[in-house]
């Protein structure tokens, strides 16, 4: 893929990993490792690519000075790594200039692709850390009822300030507000239990 000025923004920073070799047509290097670099693109943007998360991507530098000059590229070939997300690059190839060189830093910076499956079992997790917290806390069923209560003001409450601050939030940090709420459901359910017993035991002292 060869990316221009207009339509750089549109690939990087979004949700994919995008590797860019900054190239010249005068660059003697750059024509060498053509191949390689073909390579390397079939083998992650191909018919059989092994991941869908990564974009291998050249761009004419020496053209396309706008772009070089925000990343400082002021030699050729130059390789970066920009991480999904990241509008920024995160690493610049310092390597050999092979497919098997280019291939094994790709995958140490991308780390393993994140699928759908992959996702839907860590929220499957978290939710069953959430109930095994609360069936393991020993609060009976009068204290869960007065728990779902208070656990729905502070989500209400929770829900407000979030919004305010980003329509974005995601559900991963949805469980971890709603964890936070647990913590301070069942800490204030021992303490009124706690104070209940206290009252109950001065009563009988008196």
């Known amino acids: 893929m060869k990316l221009k000025t207009d339509d750089f923004d549109k690939y990087v920073g979004k949700d994919k990993h995008v590797i860019i070799e900054f190239y010249a047509q005068y660059c003697g290097y750059c024509r060498i490792m053509n191949d390689e670099w073909d390579k390397l693109a079939e083998h992650y943007m191909g018919e059989k690519a092994k991941r869908s998360d990564v974009i291998i991507a050249k761009m004419d530098g020496a053209n396309e000075k706008a772009i070089a000059t925000r990343y400082g590229v002021t030699s050729f070939p130059t390789i970066l790594f920009f991480k999904k997300g990241n509008a920024f690059p995160t690493d610049r190839y310092m390597d050999m200039r092979t497919f098997g060189a280019f291939q094994g830093w790709i995958e140490r910076q991308a780390g393993p692709e994140e699928n759908e499956s992959s996702k839907n079992n860590t ?28 656990l729905n003001e502070i989500n209400i409450k929770l829900d407000n300030k979030v919004e305010t601050v980003s329509a974005d939030i995601n559900f991963g940090q949805g469980l971890s507000f709603l964890l936070l709420g647990v913590f301070l459901g069942v800490g204030i359910s021992f303490t009124i239990m706690n104070y209940q017993k206290l009252g109950s035991r001065k009563k009988l002292l008196d």
Do not use: A
Not at 135 to 148: A, H, I, P, Q, T
């Open 123 to 150: 929220n499957e997790n978290k939710e069953k850390g959430v109930r095994s917290l609360v069936e393991n806390s020993g609060v009976g069923s009068e204290d869960l009822k007065e728990l779902k209560v208070m």
